[in-house]
């Protein structure tokens, strides 16, 4: 989604991949939390709509709970870790290839970057590394009236689902919304 690195037409493309993709079945998205949350947490759930975002790595969805709390659940998509580690797999393969090619490895350490990604890609898949930088991020605008960040709702959070607080927003990019 960088136009300076890669290009206008091709981060148009790709910026598509953050909330436009086809969404998965929402039946799917709730027996993927209710396997998660287990039945006790599973009941707290009164609503869950239709996806609101589709994205590569997961679906959002509105929810209300039994205590009339509005949220949204982040669900990740079902069989991603299983792609990922094969995409993965396949990644660590080619940079074994492009390492021993003397004119594309000059200067640079391919399989290192593999890795590299591999830990990084890995960490997107535990939605609650997410969820300890979104509680943070709102511990650092508690006190600002201006600035609001939806709170985690940890007891209806794991690695496969991220529970926050509904707030109603507009994406940074849709400049005809926020004027």
């Known amino acids: 989604t960088r136009p300076d690195i890669v290009g206008e037409e091709l981060a148009d493309d790709l910026a598509k991949l953050q909330d ?3 969404a998965f079945q929402t039946s799917e998205a709730k027996r993927i939390i209710k396997k998660e949350l287990g039945e006790k947490y599973y009941h707290d759930i009164i609503e869950l709509s239709e996806p609101i975002a589709a994205a590569s790595i997961a679906q959002v969805h509105r929810g209300t709970l ?5 949220v949204i659940f982040k669900v990740q998509r079902p069989g991603l870790q299983t792609f990922f ?3 993965l ?5 080619v940079a074994k290839l492009l390492q021993k090619n003397k004119s594309f490895s000059k200067g640079r350490d391919w399989i290192e970057m593999a890795k590299e990604c591999k830990r990084v890609l890995l960490m997107e898949l535990d939605f609650r590394i997410e969820a300890e930088y979104a509680a943070r991020f709102r511990q650092q605008f508690l006190e600002d009236p201006y600035i609001k960040v939806p709170g985690v709702i940890w007891e209806l ?9 509904y ?3 507009i994406k940074i990019n ?3 919304a926020i004027r």
């Open 20 to 22: 436009k993709l086809p």
């Open 157 to 165: 959070s794991t690695s496969k689902i991220l529970c926050l607080d």
């Open 174 to 176: 849709d400049q005809e």
């Open 167 to 169: 707030l109603p927003g």
């Open 66 to 70: 039994i205590s009339g709390r509005k």
């Open 89 to 93: 797999e396949v990644m660590q393969q």
């Open 85 to 87: 580690k094969l995409d």
